[in-house]
């Protein structure tokens, strides 16, 4: 009988190790002390960091301390084995989590889910932002204005505003879009990613607010509104009796579930 060279031939599918946990990576949440190297796609430049918060894989996503505070970068090594002078390297601060498990619905430009474990926004906020300080003071603040949904011509913002808010809904920059019972939030990409929060309830929305510089109503705002209609429109033609069940969506547009939850894994399976 002519030998294999180069493969593992298993004799029996015993050997096979067929358990589809086997095929997931287990991270643990104990860090595991590494010096990385981080790859920055919008400076094309690669750095060394120290990472002695969090257990570390390559195509990780990463928030690092120092110049490149705030910009993204993307483990490309590993290293388990060194000695150095930790003044002399910056830290990771953040690691994106990418675990995501759950089922999804097709609605137009983005995919939908229903059960609220499946994408809370605590989770996809990692995929674009370091995690707020502490330290830091969050203030909102909202009048008692509200208007139809339906009937966003009727509300008050300039007519640059509405056109410029229109085109980030159609370049699919509401990246995230969640709405539990009334209460909703979105990821809006704009020069930063931006957080929206409202409140929906009987075809109105109030307590409009967003994370960006502008004070009155912005681009942001008008995008997410526009998202959170066609949204509802496709959920209300297709999914509403699954939607009912919870009371509860949450919508990832289809270049960040792939960017995020697909091309950051190596095991895994994925059905459809
Ligand atoms: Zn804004």
Same mark, same amino acid.
């Given at each position: 009988m002519a030998s294999q060279i180069g493969f593992l031939v298993p004799q029996n599918t015993a050997d096979l190790h067929l358990d589809p946990a086997s095929y997931t990576r287990q991270r643990t949440?104990?860090?595991? %002390?590494?010096?990385?190297?981080?790859y920055f796609e919008e400076r094309d430049l690669t750095l060394s960091y120290y990472n002695n918060r969090f257990d570390l894989y390559c195509g990780d996503y990463v928030f690092v301390e120092g110049k490149l505070d705030g910009v993204q970068g993307r483990v490309v090594e590993v290293n388990y084995n060194f000695k150095i002078k930790s003044s002399d390297y910056m830290r990771v601060i953040a690691v994106a989590d990418t675990d995501v498990r759950g089922q999804f619905y097709f609605a137009g430009s983005h995919f939908v889910a229903f059960q609220p474990s499946v994408l809370?926004?605590?989770k996809v906020k990692t995929w674009f932002m370091p995690a707020c300080d502490g330290d830091e003071e969050v203030i909102s603040s909202y009048d008692d204005?509200? &208007?139809?949904?339906?009937?966003? %011509?009727?509300? %008050?913002?300039?007519?640059?505003?509405?056109?410029?808010?229109?085109?980030?809904y159609m370049a699919n920059k509401v990246e995230y879009l969640c709405l539990n019972g009334t209460k909703g939030y979105a990821l809006v990409q704009g020069?930063?990613?931006?957080?929206?929060? &409202?409140?929906?309830?009987?075809?109105?929305?109030?307590?409009?607010?967003?994370?960006?510089?502008?004070?009155?109503?912005?681009?942001?705002?008008?995008?997410?509104?526009?998202?959170?209609?066609e949204t509802l429109e496709q959920i209300g033609e297709h999914y509403g009796e699954v939607y009912k069940q919870t009371g509860y969506f949450a919508a990832v547009s289809r270049s960040a579930l792939f960017t995020y939850a697909v091309d950051t894994k190596e095991t895994g399976c994925f059905t459809l």
């Amino acid at each position: 009988m002519a030998s294999q060279i180069g493969f593992l031939v298993p004799q029996n599918t015993a050997d096979l190790h067929l358990d589809p946990a086997s095929y997931t990576r287990q991270r643990t949440d104990a860090p595991r %002390n590494s010096i990385v190297r981080v790859y920055f796609e919008e400076r094309d430049l690669t750095l060394s960091y120290y990472n002695n918060r969090f257990d570390l894989y390559c195509g990780d996503y990463v928030f690092v301390e120092g110049k490149l505070d705030g910009v993204q970068g993307r483990v490309v090594e590993v290293n388990y084995n060194f000695k150095i002078k930790s003044s002399d390297y910056m830290r990771v601060i953040a690691v994106a989590d990418t675990d995501v498990r759950g089922q999804f619905y097709f609605a137009g430009s983005h995919f939908v889910a229903f059960q609220p474990s499946v994408l809370p926004a605590e989770k996809v906020k990692t995929w674009f932002m370091p995690a707020c300080d502490g330290d830091e003071e969050v203030i909102s603040s909202y009048d008692d204005t509200s &208007f139809l949904l339906e009937n966003l %011509n009727e509300w %008050n913002v300039s007519t640059a505003v509405a056109k410029h808010g229109k085109e980030y809904y159609m370049a699919n920059k509401v990246e995230y879009l969640c709405l539990n019972g009334t209460k909703g939030y979105a990821l809006v990409q704009g020069s930063h990613m931006y957080e929206v929060e &409202f409140t929906y309830e009987d075809g109105a929305v109030s307590r409009l607010t967003c994370s960006c510089y502008c004070c009155s109503h912005c681009k942001h705002e008008v995008a997410a509104l526009l998202q959170l209609r066609e949204t509802l429109e496709q959920i209300g033609e297709h999914y509403g009796e699954v939607y009912k069940q919870t009371g509860y969506f949450a919508a990832v547009s289809r270049s960040a579930l792939f960017t995020y939850a697909v091309d950051t894994k190596e095991t895994g399976c994925f059905t459809l």
